[in-house]
């Protein structure tokens, strides 16, 4: 039983969803309306697959909108289409309004027919919506939409912005919320609104503790302080490891549609939820295959890739999903090297542990997957190692709590005192190696930054601290104070009196 609670961000506003047939632009007026482009937009039928959640304002006026995969109650999907009527019919029956868009170039289909008869029956008022009408010219393609037996037909363009002002008006006053000056905005034209968009992540911090000329040192690395905020957990890994079927499982719903057949996961999908009393947003991905094996004239793939790869970048932190069956690949591997690379916590998932076997089988299976992070993954070594069940429930629960301590070490910020204790000890062990005959020393070190932590060694001469021993520093650090699953950065800066006295530029490493 899951103690998930999910969080649908303005929950209080009312929900409009947006139905239809497959490739009638739904996801483009979706996009438009909700300003930038959230939703992967294909010619291909049938790439929205799950609910997809945005705010819409228009003037004073602030609404949710959802996107939902094509309805096409006569085919014969198998079971992707039918998790796709499901997920469809859920928004529907959330929804104060729902936007039926049917294809203007095309006319009314025996499709379209049916899911208006299908929308009478649910009992959820209707606006009807003839989109990829262009021009004034082409209006008259709309005037068919009046077969389905509605009131009001709206032609819009969904790419080009043409009659959504008209929409929107129509909208927010179905709605019964304050437009404000939205019927006014001439200025806005036939443009969708934009709404503010932003993540409170990170502000800017004033200054280190370290004071001086030194603290101008470290301050052009910055310096971020953490915003009380949801823990953004992105799911990451190859196709078909199973992150659709976590996500669901720590939500206690189907929140996004999981089949067996590699790539069911389209667009990455952000559910604000609470788990145990703390907020995560929990992002689902796409499958990242090889770069080989990426079908270059498969758009949707190439960008739903790229998104997914995107999400590392977003993420606080990353689990990165494995089949515990086949243990860590090549592709494993370098999307552990892209979270790296980013700088964000990271967890270790084998996923599927229920097929491993079970008792003394069971347990040499796990210690050789654990040994082989320290082999295959030595870069991400750090990071703490799950192993889980999506069918079974097995230790998923673990999945938030460990994600908390991790975003808690990813946090974290040592005081320039507790740094220059624990450093003199360091040094008291092991001196830095001296170069060409020169004695290496190192002033004293300082946190520049959180998420990732960055510290700041000053330094005689940055170029001769060699990576080896910041690598041992690196290891030092760890020991000491944790940042277990969060990277640790390290760089070398020369003081501005010492730069001055020996007339050379500072050097990173």
Known sequence: MSDARVIEDNAEL??????????????????????????IVNEMAGVTRDRRYGLCEWGRARFRLVDTGGLDPGAKGGVIQEGIHRQAAVAIQEAKLVLF????????????????????????????????????????LAAEAYRLGVDEVF?????????????????????????????????????????????????????LEAAGEDDDEAREHGRHVVVDRPIRLAFLGKPNVGKSSLVNRLLGEERVLVHDMPGTTVDPIDTHVQIAGREFVLVDTAGIRRKRSIDRKDTVEVVSVSM?????????????????????????????????????????????????????????????????????????EHAPVLFVSAMTGERVSKLAATAAEIYGQYSRRITTAELNRFFADVQSKKQPPSAKGHPVKIHYITQAQ?????????????????????????????????????????????KKSTRRKHGTPSARS
């Open 101 to 140: 868009v049917i294809d203007g170039q095309d006319g009314v289909t025996p499709v379209d027919q049916t899911i208006a008869r299908q929308l009478r029956q649910a009992g959820t008022p209707v606006l009807m919506v003839v989109n990829k009408i262009d021009s004034a010219k082409q209006e008259a």
């Open 308 to 380: 997914a790869i995107s999400n590392a970048d977003r993420a606080d932190v990353v689990a990165l999903v494995m089949d515990a069956r086949e243990g860590i690949t090549e592709q494993d591997a370098k999307i552990a090297g892209l979270v790296e690379k980013a700088g964000r916590g990271i967890m270790i998932v084998f996923n599927k542990v229920d097929l491993l076997g079970a008792g003394l089988e069971l347990e040499k299976a796990k210690a050789r997957l654990t040994d082989s992070v320290e082999d295959r993954l030595p870069f991400v």
């Open 450 to 494: 959180v998420q990732p932590a960055l510290f700041v060694l000053q330094v005689n001469r940055p170029e001769w601290v060699h990576y080896t021993y910041r690598r041992f520093l690196q290891n030092q650090i760890r020991e000491a104070f944790g940042f277990q699953g969060a990277p640790v950065r390290l760089v070398c800066r020369q």
């Open 155 to 207: 032609a819009v363009s969904g790419s080009h912005g043409r009659g959504v002002g008209e929409l929107l008006d129509r909208v927010v006053e179905r709605l019964g919320i304050a437009a404000g000056s939205a019927g006014a905005a001439a200025g806005q034209a036939e443009a969708a609104p934009r709404p503010k968009r932003g993540r409170a992540a990170r502000d800017e911090a004033a200054a």
């Open 14 to 39: 009312p929900l409009v969803a947006i139905a239809g047939r497959p490739n009638v632009g739904k996801s483009t007026l979706f996009n438009r309306l909700v300003g930038g482009q959230p939703a």
